[in-house]
Structures are given as C-alpha cells and as structure tokens.
C-alpha cells in the first residue's frame, strides 16, 4: 500500500503554469510507473504523462511540449508535473498515480482541481 497526495492546483489564466506535487508515503521505486492523470467533468480520466522505472517519459498528444514530469531520484517519494502554456481544456481534476503497469492504474491520489481561465 502507499498514500499519494497531491498538491499545486489552482486557477491561472491561459498561457501560464503550474506545478503539481505529488509526495508518497514511501518509496516508488518498486511501481513500473508513475504518472498524472486528469479528468475533466463528463469525460473519462486521461493519462497526460508518465514516467516508467527506467526514467522514460511519456505524454498525451494533447500535452506534448507543454507538460514535463518528473520525479526526485533520491528517495523516490516526490512526483511533479510542470504544466506549462496552459489552456482552457486543460481544465480538470488531476491526479497523482502509481501503478505495476505502463497504465498507471493501481494507487491514486485524491486529486487536485486546475483550472485555466481564458
């Protein structure tokens, strides 16, 4: 088992940024990945971007060059994501996550709103 908690969300006007933190009640370094997903109101929750025990990243179409995660590699118990550029769809509730596969699925966080005005 292993708590998530997320934090860093706020409301921004379009074309400015963001850093969501994500602190675990321990180690990460066991999951497959690591990841933030979003879910904006009547859509279904996203995968935005990952990153994979080996250090690779991957990133929806949607927030590719704008969104940056990363993870600290001491302790392994800090995940952030840089969202930068923001825009209106960006909207959402994010969510920290960690999984034992590529999908990320397995732990969550209780989720942090973001929210870009136009």
């Known amino acids: 088992q292993v708590q998530l908690v997320e934090s860093g969300g706020g409301l921004v006007q379009a074309g400015g940024s963001l850093r969501l933190s994500c602190v675990a009640s321990r180690s990460m370094s066991h999951f497959v990945a690591m990841g933030w997903h979003r879910q904006a109101p009547g859509k279904e929750r996203e995968l935005v971007a990952a990153?994979?025990?080996?250090?690779?990243?991957?990133y929806a179409n949607s927030v590719q060059g704008r969104f940056t995660i990363s993870r600290d590699n001491e302790v392994n118990t800090k995940l952030y994501l840089q969202m930068n550029s923001l825009k209106p769809e960006d909207t959402a509730m994010y969510y920290c996550?960690?999984?034992?596969?590529?999908?990320?699925?397995?732990?969550w966080g209780q989720g942090s709103q973001v929210t870009v005005s136009s």
């Open positions: 996550a960690a999984g034992n596969t590529i999908l990320v699925r397995d732990y």
């Open positions: 990153i994979s025990r080996d250090g690779s990243t991957h």
